[in-house]
T-cell receptor, first 118, second 111 residues
């Protein structure tokens, strides 16, 4: 299957700083990538849909100014958590869909980023 | 909107069969998917039902009944490595790209 690489896998940052998380599709092109957030023992909550060359689409309740998404190429999307606070501590996972695919199996997930804000 | 409910936790013994249910309320969807996630890891695809009925993939099978707004994942010959969280997910009508995940079920397999 296709590979999605997410970096970093873990990050600890101080309150008030910003953190950038990268999501790369390694062997396919992805016009659309998705960012999810997952709290311990909870489900994955879709935060936003990242579209190559255009603005991201945010889900209701997600602050677009706090979670900046950039999808500059067909293989890279970034999520920047700005002015991070302890309540932003969570597991963030990206997902990418192969543009050639039409079925549900063509969505692949990164390994996730464990963000801890102290 | 989408709402998918699953039991929070299920425990079973090695070699047994376990069924994880998913009941949903949705305005319309293309199909129901199932994903497995080990602690700290990425979700991995298990199965997909576009139509009503049973789909079998090795030890895992998935079932969908649109009339009952219900689906399930069946795991046979349980192994210790099957201990993980399992999520159902829907692809909403009108947006083939998106996945909305269920509440998740933690499966504990005991010796």
């Amino acid at each position: 299957g296709a590979v999605v690489s997410q970096h970093p896998s873990r990050v600890i940052c101080k309150s008030g700083t910003s953190v950038k998380i990268e999501c790369r599709s390694l062997d396919f092109q992805a016009t659309t990538m998705f960012w999810y957030r997952q709290f311990p023992k909870q489900s994955l909550m879709l935060m936003a849909t990242s579209n190559e060359g255009s603005k991201a689409t945010y889900e209701q309740g997600v602050e677009k100014d706090k979670f900046l998404i950039n999808h500059a190429s067909l293989t890279l999307s970034t999520l920047t958590v700005t002015s991070a606070h302890p309540e932003d501590s969570s597991f963030y996972i990206c997902s990418a869909r192969d543009v050639r695919g039409q079925g549900p199996t063509e969505a692949f997930f990164g390994q996730g980023t464990r963000l801890t804000v102290v | 909107g989408q709402s998918l409910e699953q039991p929070s936790e299920v425990t079973a013994v090695e070699g047994a069969i376990v069924q994880i249910n998913c009941t949903y309320q949705t305005s319309g969807f293309y199909g129901l998917s199932w994903y497995q996630q080990h602690d700290g890891g990425a979700p991995t695809f298990l199965s997909y039902n576009a139509l009503d009925g049973l789909e079998e993939t090795g030890r895992f099978s998935s079932f969908l009944s649109r009339s009952d707004s219900y689906g399930y994942l069946l795991l046979q010959e349980l192994q210790m490595k099957d201990s993980a969280s399992y999520f159902c997910a829907v692809i909403p009508m009108g947006n083939f790209n998106k996945f909305y995940f269920g509440s998740g079920t933690k499966l504990n397999v005991k010796p």
